[in-house]
């Protein structure tokens, strides 16, 4: 029975196999991607580095705008003020005409009146 018992076992150096070959992997596909990686990283940077500076010229911009929106505002409420109190001054000017005009009428009328007395004196 114990030769059974031997055969049945198989060898101990058959059972392990060789890996030199499977240990010893090519690494240049890791390379290649380690140095594309760091490459990428050094593109994200540059465009973050980009996009800050964009982030702040925009911020800068927005800035005067709004600073060039109130003086807008401001030159449109003078603006009102001015071109309400000029037609304030044209109504005045426009009275002041009419009250002319009719104080010339009522001076013409008196004139004729005037006449009238006189040719029959």
Do not use: W
């Amino acid at each position: 029975m114990m030769e059974t018992d031997q055969k049945a076992d198989p060898e101990p150096e058959a059972q392990v196999p060789d890996n030199t070959e499977a240990m010893s992997l090519d690494t240049s596909g890791f390379e290649v991607t380690a140095d594309r990686l760091e490459q990428l990283m050094k593109s994200m940077e540059v465009l973050l580095s980009d996009v800050e500076q964009l982030r702040s010229h925009c911020s800068h911009q927005a800035s005067e705008l709004i600073r060039a929106a109130v003086d807008l505002r401001q030159q449109q409420d003078e603006l009102k003020e001015s071109y309400s109190e000029l037609s304030r001054e044209m109504q005045e000017i426009m009275d002041a005409v009419d009250d002319l005009f009719s104080t010339k009428s009522a001076f013409e009328t008196k004139e004729k009146q005037a006449q009238k007395l006189n040719r029959q004196l």
